[in-house]
């Protein structure tokens, strides 16, 4: 398999995920024949139901060829600046995790505690603003208090893959429906061809696995368990649309036995209740009822982990196919994305694939690890579980010298990592090049940052009036 012989390329999946791959490898290689099959949406693919994910995500939609008015207009997509984790903390209080640059929280500690809406003292302006119910644009002048801000957008997943399976089709993608399928495979292990449901062969240099946990073209392969990092094995969502709402942040809500995330937006509100099921708990319907405050839809058991090798043979697994865990700060779809944009950089250029597979699964192996570990680390001091060292060494490394590692393919932001510690009450400790600057000194910078946030929220509007201003725009 290379470059050259990349002419035919299946994606297999029902949701959001497979557009993305479909619409990207369309626009990566034009001249290849891309095709995608539609197969029943998991109700377990997490990635699939999210509503949004990470600001990078808006790169990968303008890499192919979507723009934000696009989102705003066909996908009721919404501005998210901050998530608000309420009841969370040791103490039960709550703190905001803003997007965009955040002021170091070692430098500018001033031992206050966290303000009424949960923004820590160095808190970035996006979590200021979130916390005041108001949004703005980032600028692009230096010195502005909104140099530093980002946010992500939210939006509905189908009527999201609706506006992607149309752009599949302006790029000349194929799609065709299956409910499932099966793959018939050589002597070597290696796809050899798919069956639809109808019977229908497809054959395909290259295969796409984006069917979530059914993983129907990796079943069976290695999957490393984290179960004993990460306490959630039961997601569910209400049995219909709950009315929308407009604010600039996700509300995390911690529960009894577990949490409950909501996610404000045009067309509805997006409810997802998280928790822990054992042989002694409720049954999970009662549980799903309690914590959704309505009645539950449907019901989802993770096992939470990921493949050994997703890009296997002539397949490679995208999405809850390749890692599947929790919701918490849409991270399934932003590592989905990671790995698309990692396949098309890997796409081999000449040999047989063997090499760019293998450099694949160990960057894959090392972003999926790191995002596992950001999961885990909200729960710090709500839950006993196993550390990995990695993030045994961050949360040391934080309390103690208030900085953090260097990690291969961290595809979370430095200042997500500082804002989450912090906000848990975790350090920052103080390292040398700290304890050397003059306290006078720390007090002015913590000043600063104070009046860069105070400035940022007299920038800044209501957000339904940002967002009906930039809907009524042309």
């Given at each position: 398999?290379?470059?050259?012989?990349?002419?035919?390329?299946?994606?297999?999946?029902?949701?959001?995920?497979?557009?993305?791959?479909?619409?990207?490898?369309?626009?990566?290689?034009?001249?290849?024949?891309?095709?995608?099959?539609?197969?029943?949406?998991?109700?377990?693919?997490?990635?699939?139901?999210?509503?949004?994910?990470?600001?990078?995500?808006?790169?990968?939609?303008?890499?192919?060829?979507?723009?934000?008015?696009?989102?705003?207009?066909?996908?009721?997509?919404?501005?998210?600046?901050?998530?608000?984790?309420?009841?969370?903390?040791?103490?039960?209080?709550?703190?905001?995790?803003?997007?965009?640059?955040?002021?170091?929280?070692?430098?500018?500690?001033?031992?206050?505690?966290?303000?009424?809406?949960?923004?820590?003292?160095?808190?970035?302006?996006?979590?200021?603003?979130?916390?005041?119910?108001?949004?703005?644009?980032?600028?692009?002048?230096?010195?502005?208090?909104?140099?530093?801000?980002?946010?992500?957008?939210?939006?509905?997943?189908?009527?999201?893959?609706?506006?992607?399976?149309?752009?599949?089709?302006?790029?000349?993608?194929?799609?065709?429906?299956?409910?499932?399928?099966?793959?018939?495979?050589?002597?070597?292990?290696?796809?050899?061809?798919?069956?639809?449901?109808?019977?229908?062969?497809?054959?395909?240099?290259?295969?796409?696995?984006?069917?979530?946990?059914?993983?129907?073209?990796?079943?069976?392969?290695?999957?490393?368990?984290w179960s004993a990092m990460l306490p959630v094995n039961r997601v569910a969502w209400p049995d219909r649309p709950l009315p929308p709402s407009i604010s600039p942040r996700d509300e995390v809500q911690a529960l009894d036995r577990g949490y409950r995330i909501v996610a404000p937006s045009r067309?509805?509100?997006?409810?997802?209740?998280?928790?822990s099921s054992s042989s002694t708990a409720l049954p999970d319907a009662e549980t799903a009822r309690h914590m959704l405050e309505i009645p539950a839809g449907p019901i989802a058991a993770l096992t939470p982990g990921r493949l050994a090798s997703p890009w296997s043979d002539n397949s490679i697994?995208?999405?809850?196919?390749?890692?599947?865990?929790?919701?918490?700060?849409?991270?399934?779809?932003?590592?989905?994305?990671?790995?698309?944009?990692?396949?098309?950089?890997?796409?081999?250029?000449?040999?047989?694939?063997?090499?760019?597979?293998?450099?694949?699964?160990?960057?894959?192996?090392?972003?999926?690890?790191?995002?596992?570990?950001?999961?885990?680390?909200?729960?710090?001091?709500?839950?006993?579980?196993?550390?990995?060292?990695?993030?045994?060494?961050?949360?040391?490394?934080?309390?103690?010298?208030?900085?953090?590692?260097?990690?291969?393919e961290d595809s979370i932001p430095r200042d997500m990592w500082v804002q989450l510690l912090s906000g848990l009450g975790i350090g920052p400790g103080l390292s040398a090049r700290v304890r050397a600057i003059d306290p006078a000194v720390r007090a002015q910078n913590a000043h600063a940052a104070?009046?860069?946030?105070?400035?940022?929220?007299?920038?800044?509007?209501?957000?339904?009036?940002?967002?009906?201003?930039?809907?009524?725009?042309?």
């Open positions: 398999m290379t470059a050259s012989t990349l002419s035919r390329i299946a994606v297999v999946g029902g949701g959001q995920v497979a557009l993305l791959a479909a619409t990207a490898l369309a626009r990566a290689l034009p001249n290849a024949q891309i095709t995608l099959v539609r197969t029943t949406l998991s109700p377990a693919a997490l990635a699939d139901l999210s509503p949004g994910a990470l600001p990078v995500l808006r790169r990968l939609h303008q890499r192919i060829g979507i723009d934000e008015a696009m989102l705003l207009h066909r996908a009721g997509a919404t501005h998210r600046l901050a998530t608000s984790f309420n009841g969370w903390r040791p103490d039960g209080g709550q703190f905001l995790i803003g997007y965009g640059a955040a002021d170091d929280g070692a430098e500018s500690w001033t031992g206050k505690a966290l303000n009424d809406a949960g923004a820590t003292p160095h808190a970035g302006p996006a979590a200021a603003l979130a916390a005041e119910g108001k949004f703005a644009l980032p600028e692009d002048t230096p010195g502005s208090p909104l140099a530093d801000l980002d946010y992500a957008l939210r939006f509905d997943p189908a009527a999201h893959a609706n506006l992607l399976a149309g752009l599949a089709r302006h790029l000349n993608v194929t799609l065709l429906a299956s409910p499932t399928l099966t793959a018939s495979r050589d002597d070597t292990g290696r796809i050899s061809r798919l069956t639809l449901a109808d019977g229908t062969p497809l054959t395909a240099d290259l295969y796409i696995d984006c069917t979530g946990p059914e993983r129907m073209l990796h079943d069976g392969e290695e999957w490393q368990d067309d509805r509100t997006h409810v997802f209740a998280c928790w697994a995208i999405g809850d196919a390749a890692a599947a865990f929790e919701p918490l700060q849409w991270l399934n779809l932003h590592l989905a994305r990671h790995s698309i944009l990692l396949m098309l950089d890997l796409l081999p250029g000449h040999g047989d694939g063997t090499a760019e597979a293998k450099e694949f699964n160990r960057r894959f192996a090392l972003a999926a690890d790191r995002v596992r570990d950001f999961v885990a680390a909200h729960h710090v001091g709500k839950h006993d579980m196993e550390r990995s060292p990695q993030l045994a060494r961050t949360l040391n490394d934080y309390a103690r010298r208030g900085r953090l590692p260097p990690v291969e104070e009046q860069r946030i105070a400035a940022a929220l007299a920038a800044g509007h209501p957000y339904s009036a940002a967002l009906k201003h930039m809907l009524e725009s042309p």
